[in-house]
């Protein structure tokens, strides 16, 4: 069966009696959307302030491939495991965009036998939080070009507007606009741009702020661009951020749904990993280590760019730390590092399976001796996989200090995930030095790209021409105790998709940066970076319908 018939199969527990019976929140605290979905008041956090954290586990994984290496649903079926055995555990995911939905991606509700449902709601509008995200941003857009319009007080630079208008949807053709065509009643003429909404520096503030007064107060501080003489301008000198709060009032809100089996779920944020820090928001994570005592947790794309920035920025800003990470691979994309094109994936190949296996050496590598993190890999299992692949991804896993587990949660659900749960939950009873960071506010900010560069990607040399680091030079006299978020391919260690496995001793050019004020950190440019996908030639909406009884089907 496709993803959503075994979605559709599914039978759910009205979300009031899965709020109050598995996590003690009383029905004043839920605005429900529907019956299976509801928003959780942020009062809850205030009442549970006093109660103790639970442990928290970062799922993370190898870099990303075409053959798919499963992350979300490892998360998922790992949750549903660690519940199975007796364990109160709670999963936190990201919100999918509408857009890789109807592109090629697919959607971010996990896979198989390990999902959270209502699968189709969550993939396409779910409760409006993105629309909301998207509504805010052009807000300010709009009140940036009527501002001009008005007389332009602040000076305002039509040549140097640093904000763009987002839409959450792949549609290449926005990449690059022009806007104030049709004469002076419709402002001035200037070129502009559409990113996807999981681009949005909003969607990045959303998800780092721990109050509705922090959110706003962080909108109020996003670099809109520039006036004439140089003088940076900021959105709350349009008097913009109250009305922008007041859109995303609901929206922050964490969303309650379920796994399969009837778990909990938050899924709540969604920033892209490769522009932003890639991790579901920073209230819908705090709040569930509050009610359970496991939280289980994402981060975008390989360890390199998702772990990296989990941990460095939103660990950071957040104050918290995982607790152990859990990398996920797979013998397929392993294959792939090792070389082999997508039709050879499905046949045993040991040597490429070897050679596939530095890729993760350097993941597990970065989480343990970079990070200082206990880890345990979960190899997602395929039915292709052969007994001698799999021996040999566990033999080399145990020579660089780890263990690697065979999970079949696809398959089976929790069910094919309970010993990666039990020995998840071994390693947690062990006592353990906290997760480090990379490297210390005080770094300067050139030192802090070099840092990951070099320590985590295995950069020979970081290198930029002299307008950027002249660039750097002054946003580092100004902010250079915030971390750096790097954009770059998620293919690989380098800035060149094509280089798979390692890349040793590459050299990374960092061609811009830009400043995310909101947010709190510098946005380091290597590379091309999409901010807005195209369709391909065949989109999977071609293959999406609804039928005459509401049901909607071809959604993966």
Known sequence: MSDIEIAQQATMQEVTGLAGERLG??????????????????????????????KLILVTAISPTPAGE???TTTIGLSDALNRIGKQSLVCVREPSMGPCF????????????????????????????????????LLAAMIDNHIHHGNDLQLDARRIAWQRVLDMNDRALRDIVVGMGGTANGYLREDRFDIVVASEVMAIFCLSNSLQELKTRLGEILIGYSTDGTPRYARELQAHGAMAALLKEA??????????????????????????????????????????????????????????????KCRKAGIKPDMAVVVATVKALKYHGGLGLKEL???????????????????????????LRCVVAINHFVNDTDAEIALIQS????????????????????????????????????????????ADELPLWDKISSVAKRLYGAGQVVADKKVMD??????????????????????????????????????????????????????????????????????????????QGQITGLF
């Open 396 to 439: 080399a896993v145990k020579d660089m200090g780890a263990e690697a587990i065979l999970a079949r949660h696809w398959a089976n659900g929790g069910a094919g995930a309970e010993e990666l749960a039990q020995r998840v939950v071994a390693m947690l009873e062990q006592d353990a030095e906290a997760c480090e960071f990379l490297y």
């Open 252 to 313: 922050i809100k964490p969303n309650l749904v379920q796994t399969l089996e009837n778990n909990p779920a938050f899924v709540h944020g969604g920033p892209f990993a490769n522009i932003a820090h890639g991790c579901n928001s920073v209230v819908s994570t705090k709040m569930a280590l509050k009610l359970s005592d496991y939280v289980v947790t994402e981060a975008g794309f390989g360890a390199d760019l998702g772990a990296e920035k989990f941990i460095n920025i």
């Open 471 to 548: 660039k750097i030079s002054m946003l580092n006299e100004q902010h250079g105790d915030i971390p750096v978020c790097m954009a770059k391919t998620p293919y690989s260690f380098s800035s060149d998709a094509n280089l798979r496995g390692v890349a040793d001793g590459h050299t990374l050019t960092v061609r811009d940066v830009r400043l995310s004020h909101g947010a709190g950190f510098l946005v380091v440019l290597c590379g091309d970076v999409m901010t807005m996908p195209g369709l391909p030639k065949r989109p999977a909406a071609e293959r999406i319908d609804i039928d005459d």
């Open 70 to 72: 499963g992350k979300t």
């Open 103 to 138: 592109g090629v991606k697919g959607g971010a509700a996990g896979g198989g036998y390990a999902q959270v449902v209502p699968m189709e709601d969550i993939n396409l509008h779910f409760t409006g939080d993105l629309h909301a995200i998207a509504a805010a941003h052009n």
């Open 25 to 54: 929140i009383a029905s004043e605290h839920l605005d429900p959307y529907g019956r299976y979905k509801a928003k959780v008041s942020l009062d809850v956090l205030d009442e549970l302030a006093d109660r103790p954290d639970g």
């Open 346 to 372: 499905g046949k045993e190949n040991l040597d490429a399976l070897k050679a596939g296996l530095r890729n993760l050496q350097r993941h597990l590598n970065n989480l343990q001796q970079e990070f200082g």
